[in-house]
């Protein structure tokens, strides 16, 4: 096994770094979705379906190309159907006067009809109090036309006159959507405004009439100057589909948000659903590497945030996921960054960059102890709460660094966070990640992702493993009841088998020692199979963006692959 195990190092090895741009860092793959294309489509439409037909028609194509055999979509080419986005593809075809009777009948299979009341009691079951994609879902089944009669009043509202009143008090106020979805608020909650009124006796009628002409102005100021709010071609459609059912095809938002549509549609006619993931897949790398060339850190040093952000009003030293102007800063970037970074600790330029990014984490932790992905305490939805995954990662780059300066607040924000772990570390041992999940597990959760990652992080210097030593044992003995008889994993143990997750829980279990070795290694074989010895890379859509959006990115299986080969063959001896 060590000769095979040697030669697929060197093929994932090399075939990484073939990836890599001419930049030195990497800018990936994400895959194409059905959401995002469907999504683009109507916004083109909306603002000039004549001006854009060539664009629409080529988008349309491709849905009606990779529509599943059952009549649904998925949001990717290889996802299973679901609900949201099949009502997406559905609307959007109906729009452009192409009637599909197939995803018509997988309607009626999962709701019961297309009553447009049961359709949009289920939409919004779904999504339950979260309103971030429930309510851009069914605006753009109203603007499509399948939502029957008065469909606006379908169409649950929000308060977009709270985008009026100062960020700080956003935490308390308790939005209906997530804190980077702030412009779908805005731009939806105004077109549900403004098509569905309330009576001419309720005050919020004019007070919203009123504070528009206030608001309005903040859709370009949280704009990026690419034009893509967040660099997301889904929500960039969303504002701009409803700035134009809203009757404002002329806002100053507008031109910017259609070219970025325009430059992000891919030559097969489909979109999708973000630009790129290039600082989250170049730390990535550089942790599987094991290594960092100068070019790659000093494009990674380029990336961290000096200056308050306007989106989030996040302070500086962060990094975001992507090097372009629409990304934000957030606790995993800015966590992967400075483990990658140590890598170079003793280099000058680094040192004087890592103060500024740890006080960031350390400012961003959550009363709870854990860490939120954006911002501290902006509300109870999913995306701004705590969670496992982003505290482990946080907790690594903490006691990799150990800031001398910063060492008291460390120590004090440990025990919060590892407090939180062990509250969320459920019966069995697993924990529930948040920005990945598995569409074969019950309730799309991914049980065996976020255990291996909080293990393999909490694993990642003796210091903290010293600290959080039962965690980790009752995470790793999850990790090995979850395995398949073949040395697999999948989500849990009854899902399908990936690379992704395979590759992440293998790593976690060889750092654990002797322990876990036997196990792991059949995991290892199960891997150069899949892979053919580092040449074949099938991505599965694990990744987990906006609310239960799913994507693949081509760097994921190799990243993952590479990390796991490195652990194996750095724990078994030359012959």
């Known amino acids: 096994m060590l000769d095979r195990l040697d030669t697929a190092l060197t093929n994932t090895r090399a075939h990484l770094l073939s990836l890599r741009n001419a930049d030195g860092h990497w800018s990936g793959e994400l895959s194409s979705s059905a959401l995002s294309t469907a999504t683009a489509i109507v916004a083109l439409h909306g603002v000039d379906a004549e001006k854009h037909a060539t664009l629409i ?59 447009p009341d049961a359709i949009a009691r289920a939409v919004i079951t779904r999504y339950g109090k979260d309103k971030t994609f429930s309510v851009p879902i069914l605006m753009l089944c109203t603007i499509g036309g399948t939502l029957g009669e008065n469909a606006w009043k379908r169409v649950l509202p929000l308060p977009f006159e709270l985008a009026a009143m100062p960020r700080s008090w956003f935490g308390a106020i308790g939005l209906p959507v997530v804190s980077y979805a702030l412009p779908a608020l805005i731009a939806i909650g105004y077109t549900r405004f403004k098509n569905a009124p309330p009576a001419w006796w309720n005050p919020l009628r004019w007070l919203r009439a009123l504070l528009w002409a206030r608001i309005s102005p903040m859709l370009k100021t949280l704009q990026p100057s690419s034009g893509g709010y967040l660099e997301a071609t889904p929500l960039t459609s969303f504002v701009t589909m409803a700035l134009a059912a809203a009757g404002e095809k002329e806002h100053r938002c507008i031109p910017g948000a259609v070219a970025f549509l325009t430059r992000s549609m891919r030559p097969d006619g489909s979109w999708p659903i973000d630009t790129n993931l290039a600082t989250w897949g170049t730390t990535l790398a550089a942790k599987a590497l094991g290594e960092m060339e100068p070019a790659t850190r000093d494009w990674l040093l380029r990336q961290q945030y000096q200056d308050v952000h306007p989106f989030t009003n996040a302070a500086l030293g962060g990094w975001a996921w992507t090097d372009l102007p629409g990304g934000v800063p957030d606790a995993d970037d800015t966590a992967g960054a400075l483990i990658a970074l140590s890598s170079q600790a003793r280099n000058l330029p680094i040192k004087s960059c890592i103060p500024a990014g740890i006080t960031w984490l350390l400012d961003l932790q959550n009363r709870d102890g854990g860490m939120p992905t954006f911002c501290r305490g902006w509300g109870t939805l999913p995306f701004d709460r705590s969670s496992p995954e982003l505290t482990a990662h946080a907790l690594l780059a903490w006691w990799l660094w150990q800031s001398k300066g910063l060492q008291n607040r460390i120590v004090d924000a440990t025990l919060h966070a590892l407090d939180y772990l062990r509250k969320t570390q459920l019966a069995n041992g697993s924990w529930i990640p948040l920005w990945f999940g598995n569409e074969h597990v019950k309730d ?28 980790i044992q009752r995470g790793t003995d999850f990790l090995l009841a979850a395995q398949k008889a073949d040395g697999s994993f999948g989500g849990d143990s009854s899902a399908p088998s990936s690379i992704e997750e395979t590759a992440v829980a293998v790593h976690s279990l060889l750092i654990q020692g002797r322990r876990a070795r036997v196990p792991a290694l059949r995991g290892i074989e199960w891997l150069l199979d899949a892979t053919r010895d580092g040449t074949h890379f099938p991505t599965a859509p694990i990744g987990l963006y906006f609310a239960r959006l799913w994507y693949h990115e081509r760097l994921y299986p190799v990243i993952w692959m590479l990390q796991a080969l490195r652990s194996a063959r750095e724990s078994t001896p030359d012959r």
């Open 57 to 115: 028609e080529a988008g349309t194509h491709w849905l009606v190309a990779n529509q599943n055999t059952d009549g649904g979509w998925g949001d990717t080419t290889i996802s299973k159907s679901n609900l949201s986005t099949t009502l997406l593809c559905w609307s959007t075809l109906s729009l452009v006067g192409r009637r599909c009777v197939s995803s018509e009948a997988w309607i009626v299979k999962q709701v019961g009809s297309l009553d």
């Open 444 to 471: 799309e959760e991914n049980p065996v992702y976020g255990t291996a990652t909080v293990v393999g992080y909490l694993s990642g210097t003796p210091d903290l493993a010293v600290q959080a030593a039962d965690m």
